[in-house]
């Protein structure tokens, strides 16, 4: 009888040992395939990239700016505003932004999420937070006052719209199978993605050559 029980035991034990085993290679396996889904590379073509029209406002940002220096003024808030910019104007044309995006190329899903890592860190945490949120402070400067609620507005909205994207990508390429994500949706939510992090930059482009065409309005009305 002992025996008997000990071969009975032993049998449950190799079966639940096999169950185990098959389980855990058929989640291997989706999880391979899913990897393999996410890293697929897409296409960007020169007509699909917002890369044009935000090089055009850096532009349009180099020539205000110095515009401005061409005037010499003296005004102490709008010096340093001019200053300022010319810092975030730096930040916004850097290595990792979208600025040095290479047009006609494949980009798989870590590269899209590298450039609105880098909006974060870059624009949002350099050239916005260290430059340009002193105009939403408690004491803003007075020649700027105005500005304050639409980019206090647009700089959540931005930030908001940007966190999702990139925690969307980072959850869609995660070593998670997910019976109801094909390879199209995958690939339409990275497009999408990518959409929403370009608009993202170019919406902080716009933010920023407001702030240019406002600094020389307002040096000329000193000046005149």
């Given at each position: ?7 009975y ?26 990897s ?105 400067p007075?020649?700027?006052?105005e ?46 993605d ?18 240019s ?12």
């Open positions: 009888m002992k025996k008997f029980i000990r071969e035991l032993r049998v449950i034990a190799y079966t639940a040992t096999g169950l185990v085993f098959g389980i855990a290679s058929f989640y291997l396996l989706m999880n391979y395939y899913h393999e889904e996410v890293s697929k590379p897409l296409y960007i073509s020169q007509n699909d990239v917002d890369y044009t029209e935000y090089k055009t406002k850096i532009s349009k940002i180099d020539e205000n700016l110095k515009r401005f220096d061409s005037m010499k003024s003296k005004n102490d808030e709008l010096k340093t505003m001019y200053s300022k910019l010319i810092s975030c104007r730096t930040v916004m044309d850097g290595d990792k932004t979208l600025s040095k995006l290479k047009v006609d190329n494949y980009f798989k899903p870590v590269d899209i999420y590298q450039l609105g890592s880098s909006f974060q860190s870059e624009v949002l945490n350099i050239c916005w937070a260290m430059h340009l949120s002193y105009l939403t402070s408690d004491t803003p007075v020649s700027f006052k500005y304050a609620p639409y980019i206090s507005s647009s700089v959540k909205s931005i930030t908001n719209q940007i966190n999702f994207a990139l925690d969307e990508i980072q959850n869609n390429s995660s070593y998670f199978y997910t019976t109801n994500i094909t390879s199209s949706t995958i690939r339409n939510y990275l497009k999408s990518y959409s929403i992090i370009t608009d993202s930059y170019n919406e902080f482009a716009d933010i920023v050559l407001e702030l065409e406002s600094l020389n309005e307002k040096a000329g009305e000193i000046n005149d």
